[in-house]
C-alpha cells in the first residue's frame, strides 16, 4: 500500500497548483479573503471528485496498461513535476504531466495507446480555445444583462461578490470531477481501490493541497498576468468552471491552469492586448510545454530503476 502514497503526494500537488485558477482571480480582485477561498475550494473539490470523478479515471488508465510499479512511479513523476512548477509559482497542467509519465512509462516497456492519446492531445488544445470562446460570449452578454437591471453601486456590488463564490464553487467542483484521474485513476486500472475509494482519496488529498500550499500560484493566476476586475474575475472562472465540467462529463481530464488561462486571455483580448503581461505569459507557456517533458522523463528514470531494483 506504499505505493498509494505517490498518488496522496500527486493530490497534494495537483490542489496546491490548481485550486489557484479557482478562486486566483476572485481573491486578487479582493471580493473574497484567501481563507474563505481555499476552505470553499476544498469542500466543493471533494464533493465533485465523489459525484462526477470516475469518468476520467477510464481515459487515463487505458493508455497503458498499468501494474502496481507502473501506477507508483506515474504518479510520483507526475506530482514531482507539478510539485516543481508550484515552487516555480507557475500554473501548469496536471493532466500533461501525468499523461507525460504514462507516456515516459509506455514508450520504456514499447507500449502506448495512440488512439486514448490522441483524444487528449484534442482535448488540451481545445480547453483554453474553447474558454477563450466562452469569455467572449458571456462578457458582454452578462454585462449587457447586469446593465438592464439597473443597479445601485451597492447591489451590483453584492450580487458580483455572490456571482464570484458561486463561480468557484462550481469551478472547484469540475476541478474535483475532473481532475481527480489524474491523481488515483490510474490505481482502479491495477486493483488497488475501487473508483469510489480512488475519488476519495483523490479529493482529499486535492483538498490538502488547496489549503497548504496554493498561494504562491494564485498570485500568479489573479496578479501577474491581467488584473481583473470583479466582474471580469466573475466570468473568467465560470467560463474555466463550464469548459472543465464539459470535459469531466466527456470524460476527459483537462487542465483548469491551460482553462482559466484562456478566460483570462479573452478578458485581456476585448480590454486591449496591452492589458496581457507577456513576460508571465510567456513563463506560463513555457511551463505547459515543459511539464509533459519533464514528467517523462522523470517517470521513465523512476520505472527504470524499480525495474533494475526489482531484477536485482
Not at 4 to 20: T, Y
Not at 258 to 266: E, F, T
Request: glycine share 10%; charged share 10%.
Amino acid at each position: 500500500m506504499y505505493r498509494l502514497l505517490s498518488g496522496i503526494f500527486m493530490g497534494w500537488s495537483l490542489g496546491s497548483n490548481d485550486s489557484a485558477n479557482i478562486f486566483g482571480t476572485a481573491v486578487f480582485s479582493k471580493k473574497i479573503r484567501y481563507r474563505t477561498a481555499v476552505i470553499l475550494c476544498a469542500v466543493f473539490v471533494i464533493i465533485g471528485a465523489l459525484l462526477e470523478g470516475q469518468g476520467g479515471m477510464h481515459t487515463l488508465s487505458g493508455l497503458v496498461d498499468q501494474t502496481a510499479n507502473s501506477a507508483f512511479a506515474a504518479t510520483l513523476a507526475a506530482a514531482l513535476t507539478v510539485t516543481l512548477m508550484s515552487v516555480l509559482k507557475l500554473p501548469v497542467s496536471t493532466s500533461q504531466a501525468m499523461v507525460g509519465a504514462i507516456i515516459g512509462i509506455g514508450i520504456l516497456r514499447g507500449e502506448v495507446n495512440f488512439s486514448g492519446l490522441t483524444k487528449v492531445l484534442i482535448a488540451w488544445v481545445a480547453t483554453p480555445l474553447g474558454t477563450i470562446v466562452a469569455t467572449l460570449i458571456l462578457y458582454p452578454l452578462v454585462g449587457a444583462l447586469l446593465r438592464t437591471m439597473r443597479l445601485n453601486i451597492f447591489n451590483r456590488d453584492l450580487i458580483l461578490k455572490w456571482g464570484l463564490i458561486i463561480a468557484g464553487c462550481y469551478g472547484a467542483y469540475a476541478l474535483g470531477a475532473n481532475n481527480v484521474a489524474n491523481v488515483t485513476g490510474v490505481y482502479t486500472h491495477t486493483g488497488q481501490l475501487t473508483v469510489f475509494q480512488a475519488a476519495a482519496l483523490g479529493g482529499t488529498s486535492i483538498a490538502l493541497g488547496a489549503l497548504t500550499y496554493s498561494k504562491n500560484v494564485m498570485i500568479t493566476v489573479g496578479k501577474k498576468l491581467v488584473r481583473l476586475d470583479p466582474y471580469g474575475a466573475f466570468i473568467a472562472v465560470f467560463s474555466m468552471a463550464l469548459v472543465v465540467h464539459t470535459f469531466a462529463i466527456v470524460g476527459v481530464p483537462v487542465s483548469t491552469s491551460q482553462a482559466i488561462i484562456g478566460s483570462v486571455l479573452g478578458i485581456g483580448i476585448l480590454k486591449g492586448v496591452q492589458t496581457i503581461k507577456i513576460r508571465t505569459l510567456l513563463m506560463i507557456l513555457f511551463g505547459w510545454i515543459g511539464t509533459p517533458a519533464i514528467a517523462l522523463m522523470f517517470a521513465y528514470l523512476i520505472y527504470r530503476s524499480l525495474l533494475i531494483y526489482t531484477i536485482h
